[in-house]
């Protein structure tokens, strides 16, 4: 009895200690509400995403007005045209003429390191400068002089200019947009940079540029300082102030948007902002800073060379073509039983739209390509061979070459910029761009010079060089040159993805 009274006690002791957790279990528990400090880290957050949103689509926007201005050397085989007959210049003259805009343009290292040391607001003012300078040199040589020298020393810092606006534009929206659509928004500048061509053609329209213009066999001799209308030279001085507005507007609108958001650990819990960080993730891409590479450490990188290789052979080859546009027009045209050709104005105007579109089509096409973009790259490689074998077994369709020659050259200065940049990193990628695109100035110095001799060695009395053959060997050593760059694009899109593989998680 006693014993069964002490078992009896000693359950209810036990149910009484345990009572409160009974209880607890059959209650609701209360909804844990967010502290102010939490709700207003949220409200940051969904504040920055806005402001990057809106920060990112004026920046684009002024990178797209920038690149617009930056396209002027693509004109260069209409200013060249003009000096021949103004001045009489050879062939060898003009073509070392427009070759140095394009060397200007495509030595951009100088620019590319002023970007990365200076930043954003001075690089767009130095670019606005030189081209002030630069089209204002143009217009005062060709108002009272002529000296081929004079015009290519200009047309050098014009380059130099208009490559500072491409790589304000480009390096800053490349890094401000995420790994899906920075081949698309690489896309957009680049073709407006195309664009700029064909816009300022119907500008210079205006101030009649190309009326003057008849083929070397109308007109053998060059006009007197009496008979010269300078209307035209005006186009050159208007073009020098529109620039330098050009570069300050873009020094005040384009920016660099902050990809760091900075909370504080203790003011937000992660769940509670899980829908802005999916907008944020979009918007702020992650830069690699693993893989920032310059200087002596760039030069030793393999991908480097056979990028590099593979720009100077295909840009090397398309300046080329556009740079001899107007003498191959002019070749053709005076040949005896011609086709009907195109106005070189017209082909002009095609090249630019040709250029954009491939620059907006495959940056675009790039993107489903985002993991390994040199593969793109090498089928622009491959269509630029086939436009120049064009040249040689076709030579009278100008027109389709020249459609073909501008798609495959936009398409390789869309996607260029990119693998430069998630190759080697954003942290240096003003300077590391200059470098590559050191390669172009070298392809198109060394084809410009090979076309020139090989013109100037076929000329017959007064009229000049007529017939195909006048520039059918300069492209058959294009064709070899570009099956090479075939090899050393496709070697490059090989190497890109074996260094992917072996860095990607499941080769872990």
């Known amino acids: 009895m006693v014993t069964e009274n002490i078992s009896i006690k000693m359950l209810e002791d036990d149910l009484e200690e345990h009572s409160d957790v009974d209880t607890r279990l059959w209650q609701t528990p209360e909804p844990v509400h967010p502290s102010p400090s939490a709700k207003h880290s949220e409200l940051r957050v969904l504040c920055f995403t806005v402001t990057d949103k809106f920060a990112k689509i004026v920046s684009l926007c002024a990178g797209v007005f920038l690149m617009l201005c930056a396209g002027t050397p693509y004109m260069v085989s209409m200013y060249g045209q003009l000096f021949r007959m103004r001045y009489k210049f050879t062939e060898t003259e003009t073509i070392m003429v427009e070759t140095c805009a394009h060397a200007g343009l495509y030595l951009g290292i100088t620019q590319g390191i002023f970007y990365d040391q200076y930043g954003i607001k001075k690089a767009c003012l130095l670019a606005a400068t030189l081209l002030f300078l630069g089209y204002s040199g143009v217009f005062l040589t060709a108002l009272y002089g002529s000296s081929a020298v004079g015009v290519g020393v200009c047309l050098f810092l014009v380059g130099q200019g208009s490559q500072g606006f491409h790589t304000a534009s480009a390096v800053t929206n490349v890094a401000n947009w995420g790994s899906t659509s920075r081949g698309k928004v690489m896309g957009l500048l680049a073709a407006n940079f195309a664009l700029s061509s064909g816009l300022f053609t119907l500008v210079a329209g205006g101030f009649g540029l190309r009326k003057e213009h008849v083929s070397p066999c109308q007109n053998s001799s060059h006009m007197e300082p009496g008979e010269r209308s300078n209307k035209e030279i005006y186009f050159f001085l208007l073009l020098g102030l529109l620039f330098l507005c050009a570069g300050m507007i873009g020094a005040v609108l384009l920016n660099k948007v902050n990809h760091n958001v900075q909370l504080e650990s203790d003011e937000i819990e992660l769940h509670n902002v899980n829908e802005a960080n999916d907008d944020l993730s979009e918007l702020s891409p992650e830069i690699p800073t693993e893989k920032d590479i310059c ?168 009229c000049g060089c007529t017939g195909a053959h006048c520039f059918k060997t300069t492209f058959i050593v294009a064709t070899i040159l570009l099956i090479f760059g075939c090899c050393s694009s496709g070697m490059l899109a090989w190497n890109l993805k074996v260094g992917r593989d072996a860095t990607s998680p499941k080769a872990e």
């Open 295 to 462: 200087g002596l450490a760039l030069l030793k990188q393999k991908v480097f060379w056979l990028l590099f290789v593979s720009m100077a052979i295909e840009d090397g080859v398309a300046v080329m073509f556009g740079n001899a546009l107007g003498s191959m027009h002019d070749s053709l045209a005076a040949e005896d039983n011609s086709p009907p050709l195109p106005a070189l104005e017209v082909l002009v105007l095609v090249f630019s739209g040709s250029n954009a579109l491939g620059r907006l089509g495959w940056g675009s096409l790039s993107d489903w390509f985002s993991s390994n973009r040199s593969l793109v790259l090498f089928f622009t490689m491959v269509g630029m061979t086939l436009s120049s074998f064009l040249v040689i077994v076709a030579p009278s369709q100008i027109l389709i070459t020249t459609i073909l020659v501008a798609v495959n050259f936009g398409g390789m200065f869309a996607i260029a910029p990119v693998i430069t940049a998630e190759t080697f990193g954003y942290k240096h990628f003003g300077t590391n761009w200059g470098m590559v695109i050191i390669a172009p100035a070298i392809g198109s110095l060394s084809l410009g010079r090979l076309y020139g001799a090989i013109y100037d060695s076929n000329v017959e009395g007064s």
